[in-house]
């Protein structure tokens, strides 16, 4: 009989501790910032010279952040199937929990350009769909922490005459 109360004991102690632990970590993720620089762009050449820059903090140290746009209803996105994000970058944060990262020209082409590809995998700017002016939903997400920032990136028109 002692056994078996002993037995009792262990497991609802067991079970306070696994429920004590789970409350501490569930809850609201945290939210870390995030900021764009520039905020506002006009999608043009100039943008594979001097790139979008993320600058993040809150995140966890030494944590991988993946940059990604929220593809908004209505806009398509040559090989991404419809409420799917894409990717804009990614960085590692420092031990602070900050990271800041540039655009790939890449990401540049695919995503904000919208460029079709020669065979010989050339940007073929000719045929490019750039984005359409508004403002479209950045988010940085930690990948070990779960902590998410968001920010808006505005493109806007081109300039008559430019």
Request: charged share 20%; hydrophobic share 40%.
């Amino acid at each position: 009989m002692g056994s078996r109360l002993i037995n009792k004991v262990l497991w609802v102690s067991a079970i306070l501790i696994v429920w004590g632990c789970a409350s501490q970590t569930m809850g609201p993720p945290r939210e870390g910032k995030l900021l764009i620089t520039p905020e506002k762009v006009v999608i043009e050449p100039g943008l594979l010279k001097n790139p979008i820059k993320f600058n993040g903090s809150g995140f966890g140290a030494k944590e991988m952040v993946v940059v990604e746009m929220v593809v908004p209803p209505g806009v398509e996105m040559k090989g991404v199937k419809k409420g799917e994000d894409v990717g804009l970058a990614y960085a590692t944060c420092d031990e602070a929990g900050n990271f800041e990262v540039s655009m790939a020209p890449t990401a540049t082409l695919n995503w904000l350009f919208r460029t079709e590809w020669s065979p010989i995998l050339a940007p073929d700017l000719k045929q490019a769909k750039p984005l359409p002016p508004g403002k479209y939903e950045i988010r940085a997400t930690g990948v070990d922490t779960g902590v998410t920032a968001k920010a808006y990136l505005e493109v806007q028109a081109p300039q008559a005459g430019k």
